[in-house]
Structure formats: structure tokens, C-alpha cells
């Protein structure tokens, strides 16, 4: 029974340390530090307040390995403590081939982000 319990146990750390992510609020931090905390840690929830003050968050990722099969890093920007519009990637899903314009559109590669 022990052994079982103990088994369970390990999944159940495994499982929610995987799951774990990071939360930062953008404008509490430079361009440069939102850029070391996406590398660091690969994919983080950014926060910031929008035009009309509504509060957004996205997730955003250091490149496309940390998005979904179906899925690539589009460039976007956050605004942070020292610029307007700090350059990340969030994870969006790829258009379909009809909803690209060229080959060279962003998503329409299958080349996209690091």
C-alpha cells in the first residue's frame, strides 16, 4: 500500500509543477527583464492594464516549442516600465492556407519564431 501511495504522490508533484507558471505585471518591470524572464523560464503570464483600463494577460513564450502542436509564436508587443511596446510572442494558431496572403505571412510558413 505504501509503495502506492508514495507512487501517487510523486505523480501528483510531477503533474502540478508542470503546470506552474509565472505571473509578472509588465509595466512593474523593463523590456529587458520581461525578455530575461520568458528565456529563464520559457513561457510566462504577462499583465498590464489596456487602453480603457481593463486588465490583460496573455501568455508568452521564448519560442514556438512552448506553444501547441497547431499553434506557432506571433510577434506582439507589452508595455513595460521603460518602453511602450517591448517586443514578445504569444502562442496563436496557425491560419489556414486560404487566410494567408503569401507564403511569407507570418504563421503561413511553418517557419515561424525560434
Avoid: N, W
Avoid at 497547431?70 to 510572442?89: L, Y
Amino acid at each position: 500500500m505504501r509503495p502506492i501511495l508514495l507512487s501517487v504522490s510523486l505523480s501528483l508533484l510531477l503533474v502540478t509543477q508542470a503546470h506552474a507558471i509565472s505571473r509578472y505585471q509588465s509595466k512593474s518591470m523593463t523590456c529587458d527583464q520581461v525578455h530575461s524572464a520568458i528565456e529563464r523560464e520559457g513561457a510566462v503570464i504577462l499583465r498590464y492594464s489596456g487602453r480603457s483600463g481593463v486588465p490583460l494577460y496573455d501568455r508568452y513564450v521564448s519560442s514556438r516549442r512552448f506553444c501547441s502542436p497547431g499553434e506557432f509564436a506571433k510577434s506582439g508587443t507589452v508595455p513595460t516600465s521603460d518602453q511602450a511596446s517591448c517586443p514578445v510572442r504569444s502562442c496563436e494558431d496557425i491560419p489556414p492556407p486560404d487566410d494567408c496572403d503569401s507564403f511569407v505571412a507570418e504563421g503561413c510558413t511553418g517557419m515561424d519564431g525560434p
